[in-house]
């Protein structure tokens, strides 16, 4: 990785993002010693402009910034840092220098699921639940499916919201372990479910072309 670190006086901007909730926790500048620090030990180190030293976030407070993964923009000259944070980022005590909350959308969890699945797919390790479920075809893994959609619509009639979320979770579960034996993802779901969001989809001619199909 060649950084250009000429073109702002020997430093480059570093954004520092949470590598699992992907929120952008502050924004630094690293000099090449405090980049090398940074890859030897694993803890993000600036140089700080103000005291004209290098800095490790957390060395007085102990929230420090554990490496994940270094990116490097295609203009050379800014850094992407991606960490997992130990406590607050911000020096006032707050998650981020912009005073927001540093939760995961639970949202994003699907795309974890997903890829784990795919990893489950192609390793078929034994003694795996999901693994099982690829082993027995697509007829029983739309017939989970089936059976799954019956729970949850039990529970939304007659059962419990808790419970009702419980079925819901397997349903969709094995709905994408059946998406990825057929070669897709939920990450497909998704992106039909933005071209239907979009005004000017037409419902009516989709249709006509899947019949024609």
Not at 43 to 72: A, H, M, P, Q
């Amino acid at each position: 990785m060649k950084i250009d670190f000429d073109k702002m006086g020997g430093l480059v901007p570093a954004i520092i993002q949470d590598a699992v909730t992907k929120n952008v926790l502050m924004l630094g500048f690293m000099n090449e010693e405090a980049y090398q620090k940074t890859i030897d030990t694993k803890k993000v180190t600036f140089w700080s402009r103000t005291r004209n030293c290098l800095w490790t976030k957390g060395e007085t407070s102990g929230n420090y910034l554990n490496l994940v993964d270094i990116r490097l923009d295609c203009d050379n000259d800014t850094l992407l840092v991606k960490v997992h944070p130990q406590g607050p980022t911000c020096h006032l005590g707050t998650d981020t220098c912009w005073g927001e909350d540093n939760s995961l959308n639970p949202i994003l969890f699907l795309s974890e699921l997903q890829n784990f699945i795919n990893k489950r797919h192609q390793e078929m390790p034994e003694n795996s639940y999901t693994t099982s479920l690829f082993k027995k075809g697509i007829n029983k893994m739309a017939q989970k499916v089936g059976e799954e959609a019956t729970e949850t619509i039990i529970e939304a009639t007659n059962g419990t919201n808790d419970q009702l979320v419980y079925e819901s979770s397997d349903l969709l579960y094995h709905l994408i372990v059946m998406l990825t034996a057929k070669g897709l993802s939920i990450e497909d779901v998704a992106s039909e479910l933005i071209k239907r969001h979009d005004p000017n989809w037409d419902k009516a001619r989709r249709m006509k072309k899947s019949n024609q199909a």
